[in-house]
């Protein structure tokens, strides 16, 4: 592949609905100008866009893959994005490399919730957007229709790309004076056509439509001549801030600068760094600067990738991209720049995570090779976590929904060869206290040998500190020295409660009184002591279960919030208010027991067909419900048996 000037490059990327045709329309542009010879088809897994293992084996796409075609001399760099909703993150990745989106629309399923998030998404990076209805060969398809309810879902500003009438309508609502000569009754000329819905595109005041069948191979030209003509010029990319403030313009003769939005793992390659050139021109053998680990990474092998396909790179300019193997540390989201110049871009942001599984290994011994896997596969896909809760042990994989973490699951075995199972999650229960006690803790073991004794007094309390110890001995009846090892073996003692061996909290203990050994008392039986009168202290001053409750935002349309509503009380839920959301759709917010929401996003996602959205944090702890409490109790000593 040649390299190209920035006025002869459009970045484009294809937003939709899972299945709406994004990748087959790629191998139809591919066809159409030539670079393969047979249209590809997403079931017999040989298009170009969708060439990894498990898109092939799954028959839809899991990550952004760049797919340039050359049209009438102009570089169109398209960037095919998944539909799952679960690959969110890829869309977010893809959005900060382009210059504006094609949203699809399938002519025979018209608008899906994927329309209506591929537009939000447009919303909200601001991106020039236009609508290509796929699928027209299709039977019994209403290409009417389907604009109108385009029209009636994204409001006036939709018009049919061969609709002049249309168009001149909404050029003129873009500029007064183009207004005026629309009033007066006067035709806009070609030029002043065209300007009007170049502008308006850009602005996102319109979004025009094409119609394509990438099968019968109509309409497909058209649609890259109007990217060609109606998308920015890669090279008139406004000026990008900098984490500093500063400004980065896309000149050629800048200084070189680049943005990684993609990293990808290929099984001979290794990890390849997907750059934006935001500034400059970047080589093969040139070296630049990673500030956010402060190293130097040489630009071993700089090369073109269409799918998975390589083209050599003699170089690329400031708003191309181009594909970098083998980098060390850089990885999605940092900025490449001169030493000198210490450049950061503000990094991509990804969505927090929603749904989290807790996963152990299927063969005993993998731990270590689960987490250096799963690192692996997160440079690929940040858009989920691992974490490990040091309270319930597990590991825990958290991501934007099932699909993708079954897909982090299957890749971790077929990578890394590591089989991992998900596994119930635990709740970090804890124990406390409702009234008070007053115990004996006595240690005493003075049959031969090195003799062992410890005797404490303690009046156990609820407090509102998390622990709280004294003491308040008198007369010496239980040495100084030893009062620090009592407080030790209280505070091991907090570790696992009597109830169901969670950690203990908001315990006051105070230390009266007690005797000692002359001979036979030492720190350790002072210990143990203590460790006797917390079990008997805490069962005496009636424990109880707390459970974590989360304080939950749930964003949905109007239409829904009765069913979330409902849902919400099912699970124990509290209502605490309900606010309309600016941009439309309502606010609930409610608290629940964490026990009760292990599913959530996942039914969350089928009661509002994906169009609701939740962020959920943890608020406070609160007592379990007897009879639940018994449960979790029984539970426990069935475990320890
Ligand atoms: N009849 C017809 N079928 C099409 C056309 N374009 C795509 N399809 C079919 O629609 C299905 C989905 O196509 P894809 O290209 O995988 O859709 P996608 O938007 O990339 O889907 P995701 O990768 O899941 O987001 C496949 O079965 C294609 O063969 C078309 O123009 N006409
Ligand atoms: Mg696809």
């Known amino acids: 592949m040649k390299g190209y000037t920035g006025d002869m490059i459009r970045n484009v990327a294809l937003l939709g609905h899972g299945g709406c045709g994004k990748t087959t329309l790629l191998e139809a542009a591919l066809l159409a100008t030539g670079v393969i010879n047979r249209l590809g088809r997403v079931e017999d897994g040989n298009t170009v866009s969708d060439y990894d293992k498990m898109e092939i084996e799954k028959g839809y796409s899991i990550s952004d893959s760049i797919v340039p075609v050359e049209y009438n001399k102009v570089k169109l760099n398209f960037i095919d994005t998944p539909g799952f909703f679960d690959f969110v993150g890829e869309v977010n990745s893809a959005m900060s490399a382009v210059d504006a989106a094609l949203i699809l629309v399938d002519a025979s399923s018209g608008v899906q919730v994927g329309t209506e998030k591929a537009w939000d998404s447009c919303k909200q990076f601001n991106m020039p957007r236009i609508f290509v209805i796929t699928k027209t060969d299709k039977e019994n398809v209403d290409l009417e229709a389907t604009i109108a309810e385009l029209k009636d879902k994204f409001g006036t500003s939709v018009v049919p790309f061969d609709d002049k009438d249309a168009i001149a309508e909404v050029v003129a609502e873009t500029d007064e004076e183009l207004m005026e000569k629309y009033f007066g009754g006067e035709e806009f000329t070609l030029e002043e056509l065209k300007t009007g819905l170049f502008g308006g595109i850009v602005s996102g005041d319109i979004a025009p439509v094409l119609a394509t069948s990438s099968i019968n191979d109509e309409g497909i030209k058209e649609l890259m001549q109007a990217v060609i003509d109606y998308v920015p010029k890669a090279s008139s990319h406004a000026p990008i801030k900098t984490v500093d403030g500063e400004e980065i313009a896309c000149d050629p003769a800048g200084k070189p600068v680049a943005f990684v939005f993609k990293t990808i793992a290929d099984p001979f390659l290794g990890k390849i760094n997907l750059l934006k050139v935001v500034s400059g021109e970047l080589h093969t053998g040139m070296e630049l600067y990673n500030s956010r680990v402060e190293k130097a990474e040489k630009l071993g092998s700089l090369f073109f990738l269409r799918g998975k396909n390589q083209g050599d790179c003699p170089g690329a300019v400031a708003g191309d991209i181009v594909a970098a193997a083998k980098l060390q540390f850089t990885q999605t989201g940092d900025t490449l720049s001169e030493k000198a110049s210490d450049i950061v871009l503000p990094p991509i942001e990804f969505p927090q995570p929603s749904l989290y599984i807790a996963v152990e290994p299927k063969n005993k011994g993998d731990d270590e090779k689960i987490s250096s896997g799963l690192h692996k596969l997160m440079e690929e896909d940040p858009s ?37 199972q998900s596994v119930p999650q635990k709740i970090a229960y804890r124990e406390t206290i409702k009234a008070t006690s007053d115990v004996q803790g006595k240690h005493k073991k003075q049959s031969g040998g090195a003799g062992q004794y410890g005797d404490v007094h303690i009046r156990f309390s609820p407090s509102q500190e998390e622990f709280e110890f004294s003491e308040e001995l008198f007369g010496g009846s239980v040495p100084k020295n030893y009062v620090p090892a009592v407080e030790k073996g209280l505070l091991e003692s907090l570790n696992r409660g009597p109830l169901a061996g969670c950690k203990v909290v908001n315990v006051k203990a105070v230390l009266y ?4 050994h002359d001979v036979d008392s030492n ?11 917390f079990k008997k202290g805490i069962v005496e001053a009636t424990p109880c279960l707390l459970e974590p409750i989360m304080h939950l935002e749930v964003s949905v349309p109007g239409d829904y919030m009765g069913d979330v509503m ?22 609930l917010v409610a608290e629940a027991p964490q026990s009760e929401l292990f599913d959530y996003a996942i039914v969350l996602r089928s009661m509002t067909q994906a169009r609701g959205s939740f962020t959920m944090t943890f608020e406070r702890y609160e007592e379990v419900p007897q009879h639940l409490a018994e449960k979790i109790i029984a539970a426990h000593k069935e475990d320890e048996a």
Do not use: C, H, W
């Not at 009184?513 to 000692?516: F, N, T, V």
């Not at 099912?570 to 309502?586: N, S, T, V, W």
């Open 513 to 516: 009184d007690g005797s000692y």
């Open 384 to 420: 989920f976590v691992l974490e490990r809760n040091s309270e319930t042990r597990q590991t825990l994989l958290g991501g934007q929904g099932e699909i993708q973490l079954n897909i982090i699951t299957a890749k971790l075995k077929d990578k890394f060869g590591v089989d991992v």
């Open 523 to 533: 720190e350790m039986a002072f210990k143990i002591a203590a460790t006797l009168a």
């Open 566 to 587: 409902g849902d919400m009380n099912k699970r124990r839920g509290k209502i605490l208010g309900m606010e309309p959301k600016a941009g439309g759709g309502q606010k």
